[in-house]
């Protein structure tokens, strides 16, 4: 589609926006190199997670488990795919040596073994045929099927030395709870049964997914964040807030994990009722940031002040559309693209850095919405580059399939 937004046509966009991303990506992964990011520190640069408080263990020391370590080497595979550039691929397999560690201390590790092995490990076999990669891919699947709860059909969301955070949420039993988070782990599963064989992975992750259809979508197209089990019994108990604003509320980067986490579970299973959620929770969001600029909000029912914005629901939601694109017939295709694009360009326009000597794309990025003191709200984070990047290489052709 070739409608005018600030002057130009998605195409001059995309391709304009394209070079950019080259210049800046080359910059960062010679300056970043093996360390892993998170977020920008005062001077716009990356400081390696173990020197941040997200790379703190329980006991003090330094960890490398942080959730989000896997969109850097994420982000290399993308760019090796589309340009073949050998520095990014030798600096996606050092930080994924990096993560190796975690494959032996399983206590440092959660639902989020998806986001740390699909997009590390898993890219490097699925582009280079290492089978070093692939077994850290399976052993990460592993580790994720160990916590799924037999009675309860779900992934048991965060560890116990995480049950502090459950006071911020509500208080609970975290040993029962799962988050809408995990749909986009699970594809870690669906890709150790196509890989294997093994029909167990699979059924776990499709098991998942029909509990998160059944408890954590809302008839609306919304999602809860959290939902309580009770441990042993697996009988439903409650929904607490989570990283939105209140109960009930619509956190927007969950409802971007499950645009595009129920539009992967159909890539994978064919389930058609799966697809059919995901458009569910894609025509949610799309008239929520329709009356917002193509912004989201950081939950969609937040108070009017203080205005809040999260640019990383936005890229991953923008991924979402497009996934579900690719599903649908071309007439039906145009409005999920034309959807993203829009969110896309709003977003370059407003959070977007091409400066190339600093670090991060996308600023605005919002972990939670509750963040007293400010430091995480609308600053760099480096999973909305992931999906920025995604996105991009998604409307070139030129993307590596992560997922």
Not at 97 to 112: N, Q
Not at 145 to 173: C, Q, T, V
Request: proline content about 4%.
């Amino acid at each position: 589609m070739e409608d005018k937004i600030s002057g130009c046509s998605n195409q001059e966009w995309l391709d304009a926006t394209y070079e950019k991303l080259l210049v800046k990506m080359k910059a960062e992964c010679t300056r970043v190199g093996t360390n892993i990011p998170y977020t920008t520190d005062e001077d716009g640069r990356y400081r390696d997670i173990t020197e941040t408080p997200w790379g703190r263990s329980p006991d003090g020391g330094t960890h490398v488990g942080f959730w989000t370590n896997g969109f850097w080497p994420g982000m290399l595979w993308q760019m090796y795919e589309a340009t073949g550039d050998e520095e990014h691929r030798k600096t996606a397999v050092g930080v994924a040596e990096r993560l190796d560690v975690l494959l032996r201390s399983a206590e440092t590790v959660d639902h989020d073994v998806g986001f740390l092995f699909l997009l590390s490990s898993v890219a490097n076999y699925r582009k280079t045929g290492d089978m070093e990669a692939r077994r850290r891919g399976l052993l990460g699947a592993s580790l994720l099927s160990s916590r799924y709860n037999l009675d309860g059909r779900f992934i048991r969301a965060w560890p116990d030395h995480m049950a502090k955070m459950a006071e911020r949420f509500g208080g609970g039993d975290i040993r029962g709870w799962m988050i809408i988070d995990c749909m986009m782990n699970i594809p870690l599963l669906y890709w150790a049964s196509e890989e294997t064989k093994d029909p167990r992975f699979r059924k776990i992750a499709v098991n998942h997914a029909k509990t998160a259809q059944q408890y954590v979508v809302r008839p609306d197209g919304s999602c809860n964040h959290i939902v309580a089990f009770d441990p042993d019994s697996g009988e439903y108990l409650d929904n607490p807030g989570g990283q939105g604003y209140k109960q009930g509320s619509s956190w927007s980067r969950g409802q971007s994990w499950a645009v595009y986490g129920f539009a992967l579970s159909y890539r994978h299973t064919g389930d058609l009722s799966f697809l059919n959620t995901a458009k569910q929770c894609a025509h949610y969001c799309i008239s929520n940031m329709a009356v917002s600029d193509w912004l989201p909000l950081v939950d969609y029912r937040q108070p009017a002040k203080p205005l809040k914005y999260d640019s990383t629901a936005a890229m991953c939601t923008a991924c979402g559309l497009l996934e579900i694109a690719s599903h649908v017939d071309e007439n039906e295709a145009r409005f999920y693209t034309e959807a993203a694009y829009r969110i896309l360009r709003a977003c370059d326009e407003k959070f977007a850095n091409w400066d190339p000597e600093q670090d991060a794309i996308t600023t605005g990025g919002t972990f939670f919405y509750h963040d007293p003191d400010g430091t995480n709200t609308e600053v760099p984070i480096i999973y909305g580059d992931y999906f920025f990047i995604e996105a991009i290489l998604r409307l070139k052709g030129k993307a590596l399939f992560e997922w």
